[in-house]
């Protein structure tokens, strides 16, 4: 079965700061791994994928996010955050087949003037 | 712009009433799946539909039902509505049902029931 962590469900950073986001997967096949933004009221835009290619992805925003196969993550950073980051950041999982994504529970980031 | 829409927006239900909500997938994709997103948590996996077929479900009782039409756009009916049931419904669309396709999520349609 496929399933995903996120530790800390808030987390605050102060603008220029580095944002980081936990994402441990579980997973007996590596899997497709997936890191989604929804702001308020809003639905879910993808920021980055890892498909196999590559370890290290960069997304859109200035996010990228390393696949550790050995530590189970796909952590999320940025090096320095702005006040438009501000928002709910979800981590997901897909199959190898199937196309059927599970969620983490969310991590909301909170950046401080 | 991911080119998902949802219909409606907003829905306001009693319990033990039925509604049904409605999705237009992105130009091109074939595949839909459906998302509950209950307030503060991630989105859960309802199902799926791909070429009009569902390809997979998650834990939702019978209840939960959907379909999908040729032009795949796509419906998602829940009968006997619980409290429980209030939650946001996100729609998403794929191009194929590999697993590393991105799937490209509508707005949602946040539904109360009370």
């Known amino acids: 079965a496929q399933s995903v962590t996120q530790l800390g469900s808030h987390v605050s950073v102060s603008e220029g700061a580095l944002v980081l986001l936990r994402c441990n997967y579980s997973?007996?096949?590596?899997?497709?791994l997936f890191w989604y933004v929804q702001y308020p009221n809003q639905g879910l835009q993808l920021l980055l994928k890892y498909t196999s290619a590559a370890t290290l992805v960069k997304g859109i925003n200035g996010f990228e996010a390393e696949f550790k196969k050995s530590e189970t993550s796909f952590h999320l950073t940025k090096p320095s955050a702005h006040m438009s980051d501000a928002a709910e950041y979800f981590c997901a999982v897909s199959p190898l087949t199937g196309n059927q994504f599970y969620f983490g529970t969310g991590t909301s980031l909170t950046v401080i003037p | 712009e991911t080119g998902v829409t949802q219909s409606p927006t907003h829905l306001i239900k009693t319990r033990g009433q039925q509604v049904t909500l409605r999705c237009s997938s992105q130009?091109?994709?074939?595949?839909v799946s459906w998302y509950q997103q209950a307030l503060g948590q991630g989105p859960q996996f309802i199902f799926q539909y791909y070429r009009e077929e569902e390809n997979g479900r998650g834990n939702f009782p019978p209840r939960f039902s959907g379909l999908q039409f040729p032009n795949y756009s796509s419906e998602l009916n829940v009968n006997a509505l619980e409290l429980d049931d209030s939650a946001l419904y996100l729609c998403a669309s794929s191009s194929n049902l590999a697993g590393q396709e991105t799937q490209y999520f509508g707005p949602g349609t946040r539904l109360l029931v009370l």
């Open positions: 130009s091109g994709h074939n595949t």
């Open positions: 997973s007996s096949v590596p899997p497709y």
